[in-house]
């Protein structure tokens, strides 16, 4: 199969023959082919190449030369192989340089930053219908995607669980701004067509979300195949369950890609700077008349934010959301600066000393 239909095109090429050349004037000159990232499951790959679909792993430089995760492949990168299709195996010696990467913060206390997917150019944000729709956690997700400078979409799911599916397209796009917002049901076929006109083949798409959002049944109506395991959802509280459990790249029958990814129990962002403005653009907005450049908003004189939100201009709980995830991001920046090990002896000094001040560490 040519990898064009996988999403490669004159700009990669021109990449991998940039790393050709660089090749050809050091020492280590092994036969290369492109490849692209499929799934990926601890340092193992599923690669696709002009020569069929091979298992990959880092050669030994890459892997020792990685100074984290983030310097191994992932699901979408672009990457050099060295084939052995006799034994159906592939050696990936380098990382082409990425177009994007949606990055959050590892789960837990750890401050690393995590790759979902490389080389994304739409993010499809599954919220599912059926309750109240987590607001909260839509921003978080836009919020990834403006991160990474990818286009996003809200895909309001289970659509045919929602007896008002109108008001909640109508709150839903109240949160995303210019984003499309869609309602879509994979059982009654609601909103797949819309769907796949925003899938334009040889673009890659990346769908995320919470567990039980209905990701893989989605997947499998837009394949027209069942590919993807699903659960049913439980009848004690009308929610689905996880079923997909690593991340897998699909090509379409249309000629689009879309990357499938577990759901996402939490959402921590590993450098929302200014995607911060961009997912709260009223609030952005409204600052550039503050009195002060620096104002926070927390009761400072001449703050037009508060301003606004006294009169209804800005959702209250927007503000109050926004502070939270500015809030998040000093304090992982705080912790980057301190280092992974002060502070966590920082975070226990504090805990062991309880309310007697800060601890200077020596």
């Known amino acids: 199969m040519p990898l064009t239909r996988y999403g490669w095109d004159p700009a990669f090429e021109a990449l991998f023959e940039n790393l050709l050349e660089e090749r050809a004037r050091g020492a280590s000159r092994p036969d290369l082919v492109p490849g692209r990232v499929l799934s990926e499951s601890r340092e193992t790959y599923r690669l696709t190449t002009a020569l069929g679909e091979l298992a990959g792993e880092p050669s030994g430089r890459l892997r020792f030369s990685a100074a984290g995760p983030l310097d191994l492949p992932a699901v979408g990168d672009w990457v050099s192989v060295q084939p052995f299709p006799a034994e159906g195996l592939g050696i990936v010696h380098d990382v082409l340089p990425r177009r994007s990467a949606l990055l959050r913060r590892a789960a837990g206390r750890r401050d690393e930053a995590q790759l979902l997917a490389a080389n994304v150019d739409l993010l499809l944000v599954a919220a599912p219908l059926g309750g109240d729709l987590r607001a909260r956690r839509v921003e978080r997700f836009l919020a990834l995607a403006h991160e990474a400078e990818v286009a996003p979409a809200v895909l309001l799911t289970k659509a045919d669980l929602e007896p008002d599916p109108d008001a909640a397209l109508s709150a839903a796009r109240a949160l995303a701004g210019p984003a499309p917002v869609l309602a879509v049901s994979a059982r009654t076929g609601l909103g797949l067509p819309a769907l796949a006109r925003l899938l334009a083949p040889g673009a890659t798409a990346a769908l995320v979300g919470p567990s039980g959002a209905g990701k893989s049944t989605l997947v499998n109506a837009l394949l027209g195949s069942e590919r993807q395991a699903t659960r049913e959802i439980r009848q004690s509280d009308g929610r689905g369950r996880h079923a997909t459990t690593r991340r897998e790249l699909f090509v379409l029958p249309s000629g689009a890609l879309l990357v499938d990814t577990p759901g996402l129990r939490e959402l921590g962002l590993w450098d929302a700077g200014a995607a911060l403005e961009a997912t709260y653009e009223e609030v952005a907005s409204a600052a550039a008349s503050c009195r002060f450049r620096d104002c926070r908003h927390e009761g400072e004189p001449g703050c037009a934010v508060r301003a606004a939100v006294d009169a209804g201009a800005i959702?209250?709980?927007?503000?109050?959301?926004?502070?939270?995830?500015?809030?998040?991001?000093?304090?992982?920046?705080?912790?980057?600066?301190?280092?992974?090990?002060?502070?966590?002896?920082?975070?226990?000094?504090?805990?062991?000393?309880g309310s007697k001040g800060p601890v200077k560490l020596r």
């Not at 709980?317 to 002060?342: C, I, Y």
């Open 315 to 353: 959702d209250s709980s927007r503000l109050d959301a926004f502070a939270k995830l500015r809030r998040e991001e000093e304090a992982l920046a705080a912790r980057r600066a301190l280092g992974p090990a002060r502070a966590e002896r920082l975070r226990w000094k504090r805990i062991m000393g």
